[in-house]
C-alpha cells in the first residue's frame, strides 16, 4: 500500500467528511439533520461499516500481496512499514517556528558571564513572535493609511449602514411572515391580493350584520367616517380581533381568522369609507380623526377634503363590480 496515512486517521476523516457533506446539503432547518431525520442516523451507520468493511479488504488484500512476496521481499516490505509514522512536516514547521536549541546543544549558546552560578543562554527570538510583530507593523501602516490617511469609513457610517441593513432585513422578515400582525405592528394592506382576501372575508363572514356595501344593519355603518370603536387601521383591527363592547353582537374575531385574515379584512374595511351604501345606517359614533396623521393645519384638512370625493368615486367602482 503506498499510502501512508494511518486507517486510524482515513476512517474518521472519511467519515465526517460524508457527515459534514450531508449535513450541508440537506436542508433540516435550525436542527441538524441527523436529528430532523432520524433516517439518516442509518445511513451514517452504514457509510461507517462501508468503511470498516474497505478497510478490511484493503488489510486481507495487502495480506494475500505479502503472502506472495519472496523471503527478502517480504523483508523489505516489513522494514518499510516499520518505520514509525511521524508528522515530518508538522515537526519539520515547529522547528522552523521556534528555532528552540534542544539541550544537549545549549552549549554553544550559553554566554560567558555567570552570576554566581546563574549563566544565560543566547537565543534568538523565536520566529512565530517576530512574524507576528512584523505582520502588526503592516497591519498598523494599512489601518493608519485607510482610517487616518483616506478615512474610508468610520464607527458612525458603519453603525449606520449596519442599521440599514438590518432595517432591510425587518421589511424582508415582514413580507414573508405576515401572519405576525397584531395590533400593534399591523399596516393597511393595499395589495390588490390582500384586499380581495379581505373581500372575501367579509364577505363570507361580516355582511349578515354589516352588508356587502358596508352600509350596516346589525353592526353599525362602516362607510361613513362614523366610528363607535375608533377608525384607522389598528383600531379597525383591534376590533375584529377582540370584538365589540359586550352584548353588541360583534364576536371576537381572532378565534376564527388568523391574524394576516384580519388584518386583509380590517384593510378591506378601510376602503369601503366612501361608499355609497344601499341603505345606509345611520352614523354611529364619532368623527375618527388619526392622531398620526401628517399635520392638522388648515392647509392639510382642506386636502383631505378634496381627497374624499376622489376615494368616495374609486370605492364606489369597486362596489359596482363586485356587486355586479
Ligand atoms: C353578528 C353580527 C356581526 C357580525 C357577523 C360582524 N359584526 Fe362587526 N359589528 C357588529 C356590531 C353589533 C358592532 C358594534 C359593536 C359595538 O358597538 O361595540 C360591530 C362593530 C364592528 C366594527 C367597529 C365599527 C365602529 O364603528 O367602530 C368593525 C370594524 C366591524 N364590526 C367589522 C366586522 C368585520 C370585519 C366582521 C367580519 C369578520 C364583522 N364585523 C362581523 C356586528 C357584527
Known amino acids: 500500500m503506498s499510502t501512508k496515512t494511518p486507517w486510524w486517521i482515513r476512517v474518521p476523516v472519511l467519515f465526517f467528511l460524508i457527515f459534514g457533506l450531508m449535513e450541508y446539503f440537506i436542508d433540516s432547518g435550525d436542527k441538524l439533520a441527523i436529528i430532523e431525520y432520524p433516517i439518516t442516523q442509518f445511513f451514517l451507520l452504514l457509510v461507517l461499516m462501508i468503511l470498516i ?28 512499514k516499520g518505520k514509525k509514522f511521524e508528522w515530518t512536516w508538522a515537526k519539520n514547521l515547529m522547528e522552523k517556528l521556534t528555532r528552540s536549541r534542544s539541550i544537549e546543544k545549549e552549549g554553544e549558546i550559553v554566554l560567558d558571564h555567570n552570576y ?19 505582520a502588526t507593523i503592516v497591519f ?14 468610520d464607527q458612525t457610517s458603519e453603525y449606520e449602514q449596519e442599521v440599514a441593513a ?40 361580516c355582511v349578515a350584520c354589516h352588508m356587502a356595501d358596508g352600509g350596516g344593519g346589525i353592526g353599525p355603518n362602516l362607510a361613513d ?13 383591534t376590533t375584529i380581533s377582540e370584538g365589540g363592547r359586550d352584548g353588541k353582537g360583534m364576536i371576537a374575531w ?16 378601510m376602503t369601503m369609507e366612501g361608499n355609497t351604501p344601499a341603505n345606509p345606517k345611520e352614523a354611529e359614533g364619532e368623527i375618527w380623526v388619526d392622531p398620526n396623521a401628517p399635520e392638522d393645519t388648515n392647509g392639510t384638512e382642506s386636502e383631505t377634503e378634496e381627497a374624499a370625493p376622489e376615494e368616495m368615486e374609486q370605492s364606489g367602482d369597486s362596489t359596482n363590480v363586485a356587486m355586479n
Not at 543562554?121 to 510583530?133: A, E, G, K, M, R
Not at 393597511?188 to 363570507?204: H, N, V
Not at 381572532?254 to 374595511?269: D, I, N, R
Open 116 to 134: 554566581d552560578g546563574i549563566r544565560e543562554l543566547d537565543n534568538v527570538l523565536p520566529p512565530w513572535w517576530t512574524y507576528l510583530f512584523y
Open 53 to 80: 468493511a474497505i478497510e478490511l479488504i484493503l488489510a486481507s488484500i495487502e495480506n494475500i500481496m505479502f503472502q506472495t512476496l519472496t523471503e527478502e521481499g517480504k523483508e523489505r516490505y516489513l522494514e518499510a
Open 140 to 153: 498598523s501602516i494599512v489601518y493608519l493609511v485607510r482610517f487616518h490617511v483616506i478615512g474610508e469609513y
Open 166 to 205: 438590518a432595517q432591510l432585513a425587518i421589511e424582508e422578515y415582514k413580507r414573508t411572515a405576515k401572519d405576525l400582525v397584531d395590533a400593534n405592528t399591523v399596516e393597511f394592506l393595499s395589495d390588490d391580493s390582500d384586499l380581495a382576501a379581505g373581500e372575501k372575508i367579509f364577505q363570507a363572514n
Open 225 to 237: 367616517k362614523y366610528w363607535i370603536l375608533g377608525g384607522g387601521i389598528k383600531n379597525i383591527f
Open 254 to 269: 381572532k378565534q376564527t381568522l388568523k391574524p394576516v385574515e384580519m388584518a386583509q379584512v380590517a384593510s378591506y374595511v
